[in-house]
């Protein structure tokens, strides 16, 4: 499966040097959704069967960003990425299907607020509902249940929601022999305000 993971250079690097990276959970980003990356772990575990040894959570790339199979447009890309200034490599890389998970990325956002994924309001509403009356043990399974959703990728759209016109995918480790090409580009510098 061609996939595009946007990495710091030094991550690049690491790979050259070992043949392969792997999230440290030390640098994540955002320590505040362990509850959420835990979960996902577990989820992948199921899917794609458990981490190697010493990984805990796992690497990110693209597969579909707006709609279209193709590298990220890094001019967008420069933006997004880092605090601005920095080397990130663009990393094309070819991972066996059996070892991706592909999920909704404006799904995983949901997940991340840790709320509930519906397809209409209606849905939401009741599903709302439903949850309120719940024990806290009920509505924590409840919820672990209604976030598998972000793993359906299929194209929908409604006035509610989106899906599949952004689909992330997760695997365990980047090893060097699944990169294809490497594109370098730096990170736009911010105005501070």
Not at 20 to 31: A, G, L, Q
Not at 51 to 61: D, K, S
Not at 87 to 98: M, N
Not at 106 to 122: R, T
């Given at each position: ?97 059996a070892q991706v998970v592909l999920s909704d990325f404006d799904a995983w956002h949901i997940v991340l607020g840790d709320w509930l994924i519906s397809n209409s309001e209606e849905e939401d509403n009741q599903q709302e509902i439903y949850y309120d009356l719940l024990s806290d043990d009920q509505k924590a399974d ?52």
């Amino acid at each position: 499966m061609i996939l595009w993971s946007l990495q710091p250079r030094s991550v690049l690097d690491l790979i050259q040097r070992t043949g392969r990276y792997v999230c440290d959970p030390e640098k994540m980003s955002m320590p505040e959704f362990t509850k959420q990356y835990d979960w996902l772990a577990e989820e992948m575990s199921e899917q794609i069967g458990p981490p190697p040894p010493g990984v805990q959570y796992p690497v990110w790339a693209w597969y579909i960003q707006n709609g279209q199979r193709k590298k990220p447009d890094l001019r967008k890309e420069r933006w997004c990425n880092g605090p601005g200034n920095e080397e990130y490599a663009c990393i094309e890389l070819d991972v066996p299907d059996a070892q991706v998970v592909l999920s909704d990325f404006d799904a995983w956002h949901i997940v991340l607020g840790d709320w509930l994924i519906s397809n209409s309001e209606e849905e939401d509403n009741q599903q709302e509902i439903y949850y309120d009356l719940l024990s806290d043990d009920q509505k924590a399974d409840y919820k672990r249940k209604n976030w598998k959703r972000v793993f359906d990728v299929a194209p929908f759209h409604n006035e509610w929601t989106t899906r599949g016109k952004w689909v992330q995918a997760t695997f365990w480790e980047l090893k060097s022999e699944y990169i294809q090409h490497v594109q370098l580009f730096r990170t736009a510098c911010r105005a501070k305000l």
